[in-house]
């Protein structure tokens, strides 16, 4: 199993640079509800509905996890490493997920490789 970044998973869904590399991992994802619901917010602000949308992401293979109390702990935990970066909620989010679970991570924001929170985080881009 491997948690994707909603900018991962976006990346996939809009064809831009890396989604071959997430593609190939798609069967075997994850995806935290905090990160679902960037990647709907991202369809509502181009105008879909998401009574439209959810419903198609939640058919793909892409297994979507509940935000959990354990990762929303993670997610505070985190916050001063993470903020001179830029990071947010959602960042942390995936972060959590991938840290309780201790899984490797795929993102299309090369910043997060200047993290070391003890899994591996993979970029999508070269």
């Known amino acids: 199993m491997i948690v994707l970044d909603a900018s991962a998973f976006l990346a996939f869904l809009f064809r831009e640079s890396g989604y071959k590399k997430v593609s190939s991992h798609i069967s075997e994802s994850c995806l935290s509800t905090v990160n679902f619901s960037e990647v709907l917010g991202r369809f509502t602000r181009d105008g879909h509905a ?3 949308v959810a419903p198609k992401i939640m ?3 892409v297994r979507i996890i509940p935000f959990s109390i354990q990762e929303a702990m993670i997610a505070a935990e985190l916050l001063p490493i993470t903020k001179p970066l830029g990071f947010s909620l ?15 991570i795929l993102t299309a924001d090369q910043v997060w490789l200047n993290l070391s929170v ?3 985080i993979i970029s999508i881009r070269e």
């Open 59 to 61: 058919a793909s293979a």
């Open 90 to 104: 959602g960042d942390r989010a995936c972060l959590a997920l991938a840290i309780n679970r201790k899984l490797p």
């Open 50 to 52: 998401t009574k439209v």
């Open 118 to 120: 003890g899994v591996d």
